[in-house]
């Protein structure tokens, strides 16, 4: 029997357990968990994100803040923002939300963001530590923390002996997938598009992590029998039989064909999609904690 991981369930455990420390932290040290969200331009998808992360962030009890940029938003004017909320002592978490307008250079802003600020686990400091298998004084980046989350689910928290496969080799995702995998003591291969047999590469897979964002594209001769296969990808697509100009979001796995061959496997949706927001929330009490110089609570 295939087991089918259900990420909206993990997340919202996660969200109870970040209730409860950021309710505490209130109550013990009289510290707020503050988060600001900020959002350039009118990418339909990329507001709707925005604002999940916003309502989310007021249900746990956060100060929660979003900062909503017209499109023609200056590099200069973005840059100004993250200064002002890196100076805000009563903020913890900045997530500035991508892709940016494709005017605006996102590296320089990413870096612009306190280290101990960067919720998304992105500036060079946070991925360091990541990378120098330092997993306790940084922040990491939302999704991969919370892909991991479910791949424990499955086979606990030391992976010895397993061979996991990364297709992908995002700085957002596939990278720290791979470091996190690692760090578990996970065999780890990191695969992307250039990556030659592709398909013989994931099906010696015992954890198979797909993030290529291309619709449907892992296979079930791509999964070993058994595996776990982790499905990043959200990809909307034509869905004619739901009506005409209907669609459906699909993930970067051919679900149906994949889930008769593997041992367990996330749904897209409701797989490591909500997770991504539980674990930014995860890290912004994080953040909120270390500011307050009290330990951090484990996610
Ligand atoms: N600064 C960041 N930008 C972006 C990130 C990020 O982690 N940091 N990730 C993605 C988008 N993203 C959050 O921002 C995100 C994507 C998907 C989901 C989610 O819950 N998906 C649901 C389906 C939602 C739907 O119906 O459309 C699911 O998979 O079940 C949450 C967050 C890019 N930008």
């Given at each position: 029997?295939?087991?089918?991981?259900?990420?909206?369930?993990?997340?919202?455990?996660?969200?109870?357990?970040?209730?409860?420390?950021?309710?505490?932290?209130?109550?013990?040290?009289?510290?707020?968990?503050?988060?600001?969200?900020?959002?350039?331009?009118?990418?339909?998808?990329?507001?709707?994100?925005?604002?999940?992360?916003?309502?989310m962030?007021k249900?746990?009890?956060?100060?929660?803040?979003?900062?909503?940029l017209?499109?023609?938003?200056?590099?200069?004017?973005?840059?100004?923002?993250?200064?002002?909320?890196?100076?805000?002592?009563?903020?913890?978490?900045?997530?500035?939300?991508?892709?940016?307008?494709?005017?605006?250079?996102?590296?320089?802003?990413?870096?612009?963001?306190?280290?101990?600020?960067?919720?998304d686990?992105?500036?060079?400091?946070?991925a360091?530590?990541?990378?120098?298998?330092?997993?306790?004084t940084g922040?990491?980046?939302?999704?991969?923390?919370?892909?991991?989350?479910?791949?424990?689910t499955i086979?606990?928290?030391?992976?010895?002996?397993?061979?996991?496969?990364?297709?992908?080799?995002?700085?957002?995702?596939?990278?720290?997938?791979?470091?996190?995998?690692?760090?578990?003591?996970?065999?780890?291969?990191?695969?992307?598009?250039?990556t030659?047999?592709?398909?013989?590469?994931?099906?010696?897979?015992?954890?198979?992590?797909?993030?290529?964002?291309?619709?449907?594209?892992?296979?079930?001769?791509?999964?070993?029998?058994?595996?776990?296969?982790?499905?990043?990808?959200?990809?909307?697509?034509?869905?004619?039989?739901?009506?005409?100009g209907?669609?459906?979001?699909?993930?970067?796995?051919?679900?149906?064909?994949?889930?008769?061959?593997?041992?367990?496997?996330?749904?897209?949706?409701?797989?490591?999609?909500?997770?991504?927001i539980?674990?930014?929330?995860?890290?912004?009490?994080?953040?909120?904690?270390?500011?307050?110089?009290?330990?951090?609570?484990?996610?």
């Amino acid at each position: 029997m295939t087991t089918v991981i259900d990420g909206k369930q993990v997340a919202a455990s996660v969200i109870e357990a970040v209730k409860a420390k950021s309710a505490a932290l209130e109550a013990e040290a009289g510290v707020r968990t503050g988060l600001a969200v900020v959002i350039v331009g009118d990418d339909p998808a990329s507001h709707a994100y925005v604002g999940s992360k916003s309502r989310m962030a007021k249900e746990c009890g956060f100060k929660s803040v979003q900062h909503t940029l017209p499109e023609e938003t200056t590099q200069e004017e973005l840059a100004a923002l993250v200064e002002t909320l890196n100076a805000d002592p009563s903020i913890h978490g900045i997530l500035v939300q991508l892709p940016l307008p494709k005017h605006l250079k996102s590296e320089p802003i990413i870096q612009s963001i306190r280290p101990e600020k960067d919720v998304d686990g992105l500036h060079v400091v946070n991925a360091g530590k990541l990378a120098t298998g330092d997993l306790e004084t940084g922040l990491i980046s939302c999704t991969p923390a919370g892909a991991l989350i479910l791949v424990r689910t499955i086979h606990g928290a030391d992976l010895s002996g397993l061979n996991a496969v990364v297709v992908g080799r995002s700085n957002l995702f596939g990278k720290p997938m791979g470091q996190l995998l690692l760090a578990c003591n996970a065999t780890v291969t990191m695969a992307h598009s250039r990556t030659k047999d592709l398909a013989g590469i994931c099906r010696a897979a015992d954890i198979l992590v797909a993030a290529v964002g291309r619709a449907e594209m892992v296979k079930a001769d791509w999964v070993k029998p058994g595996a776990t296969v982790i499905d990043v990808g959200i990809n909307r697509v034509a869905a004619p039989e739901k009506g005409e100009g209907k669609t459906r979001l699909v993930g970067d796995v051919a679900y149906a064909e994949c889930a008769s061959v593997a041992g367990a496997i996330t749904p897209v949706p409701g797989g490591v999609g909500p997770m991504t927001i539980a674990m930014l929330m995860a890290n912004t009490v994080i953040a909120a904690h270390r500011a307050a110089g009290r330990p951090a609570p484990k996610f």
